[in-house]
């Protein structure tokens, strides 16, 4: 079945940087696009960054533009999330979807 494992989440100060990843199992990785959402304490969840499956195409939401780059690795069925200059309003559980499927998210907290 379907399988979207995040993972790189952490404790970060205002200014810093993380790299979080999205492991992919049970589907044709390589063939469909992947997004990351985040959702924070006491709010919806918002939708972040696309790729394409090629990589080719890539869209962010006007909060993370310019700081957040998403990339992927079809032969390693991995999607990157780079995050920079990193803000407190960042403070959330980032989860990645394919497929129509979520991952269980990995909790970064921006914090000094």
């Known amino acids: 079945q379907v399988q979207l494992v995040e993972s790189g989440g952490g404790l970060v100060q205002p200014g810093g940087s993380l790299r979080l990843s999205c492991a992919a199992s049970g589907f044709a990785f390589s063939n469909y696009a992947i997004h990351w959402y985040r959702q924070a304490p006491g709010k919806e969840r918002e939708w972040v960054a696309t790729?394409?499956?090629?990589?080719?195409?890539?869209n962010y939401a006007d909060s993370v533009k310019g700081r957040f780059t998403i990339s992927r690795v079809n032969a390693q069925n991995t999607v990157y999330l780079q995050m920079n200059s990193l803000k407190s309003e960042d403070t959330a559980v980032y989860h990645c979807?394919?497929?129509?499927?979520w991952g269980q998210g990995t909790q970064v907290t921006v914090s000094s």
């Open positions: 979807n394919g497929l129509g499927s």
């Open positions: 790729i394409s499956s090629t990589g080719s195409t890539r």
